[in-house]
């Protein structure tokens, strides 16, 4: 390089405002993981809930392209998969073409490509899985259960299987709360209050909210828990034998109750359907505000920027929770009137 061509490369760097010096203290570019080492990174770095929903379709990208460069998939090849993924489905009664599997396996993709970029492993522009857009959902075909369905699920429940006690205990739990199984399972003896009927929930996203429940309810986890060995901050809800329960009893307790009730079975009834029941009732009788903070739910939504101003107090869920079960609570506000079936 002669004394031209310095000359112009110092004018050129002027130009760019550039020192020469900069160009010597950037670092070396950080090499590109293979999807393989880098889904194995994200999946020790994000919560129980989001690995347990997100490890089946990791491990379905990683048996694809596991051994890619991290930033070689397109959006095609991603949108490719997730037809294969939702062609390969399991089909359920339920089932609604796996279009399911098809938007948890880009959701997926999206939340390792999202820490990716975290990383500065590329930028959002960069991101293919950001680019692929998830099948559209269809309308949900759970509702709010009639009184007498209700209140049968209730008998079937205290009248058949191995351990009706704690069954009728899940089932009002869930309807006096409208928790989330999740939030049933979380429950530890420390998140009860007995003297203000208050239970500390633990639920997805890491959401911690206290929710009145009655008086009544509160003595039944009181002495199950007792019973069954239940102390501090271990699982309150547990077999005879001691041992927590888990999703499975869930499942026993459905698959048993469509059993009794083929009503059940033919709609695949879940907990989740009291947790519509509960949370409708609620609503038409104390409204949008107080369903809300009764469902938990406390960040946006599409109700607009009023939610904001109009947030349900906790003495206001109490005393929709009084009207429910039809008993007194230490922070309702007014007297109780009759609620659904399955909360006396």
């Known amino acids: 390089m002669n004394d031209i061509d310095l000359e112009a490369v110092r004018v050129l760097l002027n130009r760019l405002g550039v020192r020469p ?20 990174r994200v999946a020790k770095a994000v919560p129980a809930g989001t690995l347990r929903v997100y490890e089946t379709y990791w491990n379905r990208i990683v048996d694809e392209w596991g051994d890619r460069p991290l930033d070689e998939p397109t959006p095609l090849d991603i949108k490719q998969l997730a037809e294969r993924t939702k062609a390969d489905a399991i089909v359920r009664k339920n089932s609604r073409g796996g279009r399911s599997a098809a938007e948890h396996l880009i959701a997926a993709a999206r939340c390792v490509y999202q820490h990716a970029i975290a990383d500065r492993l590329m930028s959002e522009s960069d991101n293919p899985a950001r680019r692929v857009a998830k099948p559209r959902r269809l309308a949900n075909t759970r509702r709010a259960l009639p009184d007498n369905r209700l209140r049968e699920i209730n008998e079937v429940a205290g009248a058949t299987g191995n351990d009706p006690e704690l069954d009728l205990v899940l089932l009002r739990f869930h309807t006096e709360t409208a928790a989330r199984r999740g939030g049933a399972l979380a429950l530890r003896r420390c998140d009860l209050d007995p003297e203000q009927c208050l239970v500390r929930l633990l639920e997805k996203g890491d959401t911690v909210r206290w929710q009145p429940v009655s008086p009544t ?41 469509g059993k009794h009730l083929p009503w059940v079975a033919t709609q695949q009834v879940s907990t989740h359907w009291i947790r519509y029941t509960t949370l409708t009732w609620v609503e038409r009788h104390f409204g949008y505000a107080v369903a809300r903070a009764f469902a938990g739910h406390f960040g946006k939504s599409d ?30 506000v007014t007297g109780p009137t009759e609620g659904p079936s399955g909360t006396r």
């Open 21 to 40: 010096e900069q160009l010597l203290d950037q670092p070396a570019p950080t090499p590109m993981p293979s999807i393989r080492e880098y889904v194995g």
């Open 217 to 257: 309810l509160m003595r039944h986890l009181l002495v199950l828990g007792e019973q069954r060995g239940a102390v501090g901050s271990e699982q309150l809800l547990r077999y005879r034998n001691g041992d927590p329960i888990t999703r499975r009893r869930y499942d026993y307790l459905w698959q048993r109750l």
């Open 303 to 332: 109700a607009g920027a009023a939610t904001t101003y109009v947030r349900a107090t906790l003495d206001e869920v109490a005393t929709a929770l009084a009207a429910l079960t039809d008993e007194e609570h230490p922070l309702a």
